[in-house]
């Protein structure tokens, strides 16, 4: 009998224990306090492959230095997974390396989670593109573009940033989608840098072969002229071993952005990183000095 009672005692023990569990709210997830590490949600509307609308909440994380400003700014934008589940992960984008960078050179940054990313909800996919052999990378990098746009306009409502003084930085689609909001007249741009920019790639199915490459020069051609006027510097940065693109598209795409107007891009290829090239954002110890000499030349203020 004793046994018994014993054993039913663990048992509701253990079921008040999972019950209290699944009621308890979770422990926040770890903030960055040194960085001001703040998660806020702003809406915006994207325009989708095909037609049709998404509008959501994007959640933006954003960083500052100590004191009370006021902080140039940096917009840094996150790629893009190749399946829903991995675009589900993580729940926001925090760039913590590249941030940690920004901050100590005395700028705060704004880290956007696009629609379609963690949190946001995979489904409709924004940045959906088409099949491999008629790829349309219009839509999907216009959209990606707007959403940076409403970063930059959420960040100026901020009493600590300088509104003067704005840069936009991107890895792969974020590249791409920082190249094409250069010509989008941007308040207060004063330079963007292009890590490892574009769409298409399968490095596992066609290593250096992306889809439509050529179709994605024409993006790149259209945003080089209208960012003819604007003038902006650009920072073009690839590694020698980017499985996604190779090291010859990245050219051609930079020669295309040139042709159609905007004369005012730095490209530079940098010798193989680690494993995957298209990681390069991961080896701040390449990148770093090539952003250090590029930033330490834009100008004073933007637009």
Same mark, same amino acid.
């Given at each position: 009998?004793?046994?018994?009672?014993?054993?039913?005692?663990?048992?509701?023990?253990?079921?008040?224990?999972?019950?209290?569990?699944?009621?308890?709210?979770?422990?926040?997830?770890?903030?960055?306090?040194?960085?001001?590490?703040?998660?806020?949600?702003?809406?915006?509307?994207?325009?989708?492959?095909?037609?049709?609308?998404?509008?959501?909440?994007?959640?933006?994380?954003?960083?500052?230095?100590?004191?009370?400003?006021?902080?140039?700014?940096?917009?840094?934008?996150?790629?893009?997974?190749?399946?829903?589940?991995?675009?589900?992960?993580?729940?926001?984008?925090?760039?913590?390396?590249?941030?940690?960078?920004?901050?100590?050179?005395?700028?705060?940054?704004?880290?956007?989670?696009?629609?379609?990313?963690?949190?946001?909800?995979?489904?409709?996919?924004?940045?959906?593109?088409?099949?491999?052999?008629?790829? &349309?990378?219009?839509?999907?990098?216009?959209?990606?573009?707007?959403?940076?746009?409403?970063?930059?306009?959420?960040?100026?409502?901020?009493?600590?940033?300088?509104?003067?003084?704005?840069?936009?930085?991107?890895?792969?689609?974020?590249?791409?989608?920082?190249?094409?909001?250069?010509?989008?007249?941007?308040?207060?741009?004063?330079?963007?840098? &292009?890590?490892?920019?574009?769409?298409?790639?399968?490095?596992?199915?066609?290593?250096?072969?992306?889809?439509?490459?050529?179709?994605?020069?024409?993006?790149?051609?259209?945003?080089?002229?209208?960012?003819?006027?604007?003038?902006?510097?650009?920072?073009?940065?690839?590694?020698? &071993?980017?499985?996604?693109?190779?090291?010859?598209?990245?050219?051609?795409?930079?020669?295309?952005?040139?042709?159609?107007?905007?004369?005012?891009?730095?490209?530079?290829?940098?010798?193989?990183?680690?494993?995957?090239?298209?990681?390069?954002?991961?080896?701040?110890?390449?990148?770093?000095?090539?952003?250090?000499?590029?930033?330490?030349?834009?100008?004073?203020?933007? &637009?």
């Amino acid at each position: 009998m004793r046994r018994l009672l014993a054993i039913a005692a663990v048992t509701v023990a253990t079921l008040l224990t999972e019950a209290a569990a699944q009621v308890a709210p979770r422990a926040p997830a770890e903030m960055a306090a040194d960085l001001f590490e703040t998660v806020v949600r702003t809406p915006v509307t994207v325009k989708l492959l095909g037609g049709g609308e998404r509008s959501g909440d994007m959640i933006i994380t954003h960083y500052r230095p100590t004191g009370a400003g006021p902080f140039p700014l940096v917009v840094m934008s996150h790629g893009r997974a190749g399946t829903p589940e991995q675009r589900a992960k993580p729940a926001r984008q925090r760039a913590l390396g590249v941030v940690r960078y920004w901050v100590a050179k005395g700028y705060a940054v704004v880290v956007p989670t696009r629609l379609g990313y963690g949190a946001t909800g995979v489904s409709p996919d924004t940045e959906e593109s088409g099949k491999c052999d008629n790829r &349309n990378f219009r839509p999907m990098s216009e959209a990606a573009s707007h959403q940076i746009r409403t970063a930059v306009a959420f960040a100026a409502t901020l009493p600590f940033i300088d509104k003067t003084r704005v840069v936009l930085m991107g890895q792969s689609v974020g590249g791409l989608a920082t190249i094409v909001t250069v010509g989008k007249g941007v308040p207060g741009l004063v330079a963007a840098i &292009n890590m490892a920019g574009g769409s298409g790639g399968n490095p596992r199915e066609r290593p250096g072969a992306p889809c439509g490459p050529d179709r994605l020069a024409s993006v790149f051609a259209a945003a080089g002229k209208a960012g003819a006027k604007a003038s902006i510097p650009t920072l073009w940065l690839y590694a020698e &071993n980017d499985k996604f693109w190779g090291n010859q598209f990245p050219r051609q795409w930079h020669l295309a952005y040139g042709k159609g107007g905007s004369g005012n891009a730095t490209f530079i290829m940098v010798p193989p990183v680690g494993d995957e090239g298209h990681r390069l954002i991961d080896h701040p110890d390449v990148w770093r000095p090539h952003v250090d000499r590029f930033i330490a030349t834009i100008p004073a203020k933007g &637009n």
